[in-house]
């Protein structure tokens, strides 16, 4: 069964404007990890920002915040002020159970123009 | 930060060869990880290793072998290379195990087998 579901089609925005990216997951675990991570075209993978299951607060790492809603199991990233170099695929991805393994999604692609 | 360096960005080799993807990490971390990445297929887990000589399977472990002699050292090995092994490869550590640790990625290594 998949645990991260991101099924938006590619994004444009428009520059210094915010973006929004969805992200559900599915676990029975009450501890559980989220994580954000951005792929540009060049390959790397770059780690954003983290969310932990028992925070009561939503993560916020410089122009990059959760929107962290638990009884929804939707952990979106906010990219505020949108700048060209964020251009990207943006993966969520979860670790849940103990388990050494993160469960990724299948990304959202961001296309920031000016 | 966390420096995790693999030896190639790109790589071209032949059908039946042997091949040794290398990568290291600066930052004392416990595990590590070998990732392949292919469009539609989204990052799926090759092999992981928790400790020094100690590694454990992922989802697609067949065709390929690791070695971590060495703690800040992990290797992957396509034994005797098909072209179905073209793919992006990513190397990854964490520093403990644990839900809340994130991963974090070397630059990638894009391998294609002629």
């Known amino acids: 069964a998949q645990k991260i579901t991101q099924t938006q089609p590619g994004m444009f925005v428009q520059e210094k404007e915010a973006v929004t990216l969805d992200c559900t997951y599915d676990t029975s675990d009450q501890s559980y990890g989220l994580f954000w991570y951005k792929q540009p075209s060049s390959g790397e993978m770059i780690f954003l920002i983290y969310q932990g299951s028992y925070d009561e607060q939503n993560a916020t790492e410089g122009r990059y915040s959760l929107n962290f809603q638990k009884a929804r199991k939707s952990a979106n990233l906010v990219i505020s002020a949108s700048q060209l170099g964020d251009s990207a695929m943006y993966f969520c991805?979860?670790?849940?159970?103990?388990?050494?393994?993160?469960?990724f999604g299948k990304g959202n692609q961001v296309v920031v123009i000016p | 930060d966390v420096k995790v360096t693999q030896s190639s960005r790109y790589l071209v080799k032949r059908t039946g060869e042997k091949v040794f993807l290398e990568c290291v990490q600066d930052m004392d971390h416990e595990n590590m990880f070998w990732y392949r990445q292919d469009p539609g297929l989204g990052l799926r887990l090759i092999y992981f290793s928790y400790d020094v000589k100690m590694k454990e399977k992922g989802d697609i472990p067949e065709g390929y072998s690791v070695s971590r002699e060495k703690k800040e050292r992990f290797s992957l090995i396509l034994e005797s290379a098909s072209t179905n092994q073209t793919s992006m490869y990513l190397c990854?550590?964490?520093?403990?195990?644990?839900?809340?640790?994130?991963?974090?990625f070397g630059d990638g290594t894009r391998l294609s087998i002629l």
């Open positions: 990854a550590s964490s520093l403990v195990l644990g839900i809340h640790q994130p991963q974090h």
């Open positions: 991805a979860m670790r849940d159970g103990g388990n050494n393994r993160l469960a």
